[in-house]
């Protein structure tokens, strides 16, 4: 109870906001995994039609987009929902599939916005350790108890780059009570070539308790706009989409994911420049002497500990914005190959003031 005896939700009482805080507008963006490269020319025609008719409020339904998406997917449209970026999504399935006092399971770290959304859910969040920097997914099976309700999967996961692998995943499923639902958050799958990770859309046929969860945000460059997508079985949609918030879809939102399904040929290469721009990047922090995870994201990771911040500060000083996770380590989007060079020549002159105190893993 606060001063003036006004109540607020118990629930909410350990939790913060958080805003994510975005980094001077002066310097190299990469710290929070967008595209370099702008929104796709065909969706910035598609957008600046719609901008005529924002008095209006979108189709609330997104009918013609959950229908565009189920036929590019090859699914029924009643298994797809739309949601406010893959975000908005997370925190309706939260809220869809909890009950207070539910528990939900993840990786950590992972995506660092998923206790708060647990926890707004008036569930409980229950974190499992990485394993050499992916989902420990034994480790996750065995924190799943009567309560817990979903089992978040980051495939690839953020910030440390590594998948989980097929077989895994589907022995992981064999053994999981089909009672839980396993939110897969696949957020980087465009991005992915590592051809021992699956599909999310091909376990949903022996899984129904599964959801693919994508999004718009990342390789197709929409960030700001707020659209994401998930897939899963009849029976999770209909929950999901009673906690939609009534327009939460924009109208300029659902004009740009449809122009971009459309724009899969102008997507093609910048995705395979980034694919190849990561290559190079961690082959060149490698031989200057980091531990690199291997990627399947549009970003590394070096594991830095308690040098991550001194390594962030470094690299603000040679105008790049990283992400660090404080202790942890840093993680570095893929820029243009202009801005990758920035970043190495700043990893490389801030290197040995920072790898002494590193905290690095043994070499391998
Ligand atoms: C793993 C993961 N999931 C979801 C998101 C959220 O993306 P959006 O809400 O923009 O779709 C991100 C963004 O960084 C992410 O890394």
């Known amino acids: 109870m606060s001063m003036s005896g006004l109540r607020t939700r118990a629930t909410l009482h350990d939790v913060v906001p958080a805003f994510v805080r975005t980094p001077d507008p002066s310097l190299i963006q990469l710290a929070a995994n967008e595209t370099a490269y ?48 893959s975000l908005g999504l997370l925190e309706q399935v939260m809220l869809a599939l909890c009950d207070q006092g539910s528990e939900v399971v993840y990786p950590w770290r992972s995506f660092d916005v998923y206790p708060q959304l647990i926890r707004v859910a008036g569930a409980t969040p229950r974190p499992v350790p990485l394993q050499e920097e992916r989902n420990d997914l034994d480790a996750m099976l065995e924190s799943v108890n009567e309560r817990t309700r979903v089992v978040i999967v980051c495939n690839p996961n953020n910030p440390t780059g590594p998948g989980v692998g097929r077989f895994e995943l589907k022995s992981f499923l064999h053994r999981l009570p089909g009672t839980v639902a396993v939110l897969l958050d696949e957020a980087y799958f465009e991005y992915v070539r590592d051809p021992d990770m699956p599909d999310g859309l091909t376990l949903l046929r022996d899984h129904p308790n599964v959801a693919v969860l994508r999004t718009f945000s990342k390789a197709y460059g929409l960030a700001a706009l707020r659209v994401g997508y998930l897939v899963a079985g009849r029976p999770i949609v209909e929950a999901v989409d009673k906690t939609h918030v009534t327009y939460s879809v924009s109208r300029l939102a659902q004009a740009a994911a449809l122009a971009s399904i459309s724009a899969q040929d102008e997507l093609h290469g910048r995705v395979e420049a980034t ?33 991550s911040h001194a390594f962030g500060k470094g690299l603000g000083r040679w105008g790049v914005a990283v992400k660090v996770v404080p202790n942890e380590g840093v993680r570095m989007t893929i820029g243009t190959r202009e801005e990758n060079d920035v970043l190495l020549e700043a990893a490389g002159a801030v290197r040995e003031g920072v790898l002494s105190d590193a905290e690095q893993l043994p070499a391998e």
Not at 49 to 58: D, G, K, L, M, S
Not at 276 to 302: D, H, I, K
């Open 38 to 85: 702008g929104p796709l020319p065909s969706v910035l025609e598609a957008l600046a039609r719609e901008i005529a008719h924002v008095n209006r409020y979108p189709d609330d339904g997104a009918v013609g987009l959950r229908h565009a998406i189920a036929d590019w997917l090859g699914v029924e449209s009643a298994r797809v929902a739309l949601g406010a970026g």
């Open 275 to 307: 694919v190849r721009e990561r290559n190079r990047v961690r082959e060149a922090l490698l031989s200057q002497g980091w531990q690199v995870p291997t990627s399947e994201g549009n970003f590394v990771w070096l594991r830095l500990g308690a040098a």
